[in-house]
């Protein structure tokens, strides 16, 4: 069974500390060519981690990142693009398996954590006003609107449909 979580910590006497870290190690390593979330926050004086705000901010980022790796306490990582290679040196790491997302604590800014995941997902809203539509006879639901030249065929099951019957009664 898999842990929750996965810590590393520098200069740690713990005798998974090293299988630890290579389990992040492979982790970081398959981020390579994906775009990831970059989140940094300071880690406040009362309350610690639990009071952290993670909602988007505006200095977050999110890049495509390629060659992560990890030599020794320091991880490695370019965005994509770019020549640059950048490093932070770290005194703690530690894997949420279950979300999938690191938390790196750098050793030389011990207020600061930095979250990579990936990049929450947004759903794009499309507003069509006053639509026809139609009921296909594969039960789907045809909606089209002419001068936005949009149409949305939507699939719907026995169930569905009869739940939509409903709520338009």
Do not use: C
């Amino acid at each position: 069974m898999q842990q929750l979580k996965t810590v590393w910590q520098s200069g740690s006497t713990n005798p998974e500390n090293a299988d630890n870290l290579d389990n992040i190690s492979l982790w970081w390593q398959n981020l390579n060519g994906k775009e990831i979330s970059w989140v940094e926050r300071l880690i406040p004086q009362i309350g610690g981690l639990s009071e952290i705000h993670w909602h988007p901010q505006r200095f977050d980022q999110t890049f495509v990142i390629v060659n992560p790796e990890i030599r020794e306490d320091t991880l490695y990582w370019h965005k994509l693009d770019s020549p640059v290679e950048r490093n932070n040196t770290v005194q703690k790491l530690e894997l949420d398996n279950l979300q999938q997302q690191l938390y790196i604590y750098p050793q030389l800014e011990s207020e600061l954590v930095i979250r990579i995941g990936f990049p929450e997902i947004k759903y794009q809203t499309l507003e069509l006003n006053n639509p026809e539509f139609a009921l296909g006879e594969d039960n789907s639901l045809l909606l089209w609107e002419s001068n936005q030249e949009l149409e949305i065929k939507i699939s719907l099951s026995p169930e569905n449909i009869a739940k939509l019957k409903e709520l338009l009664a």
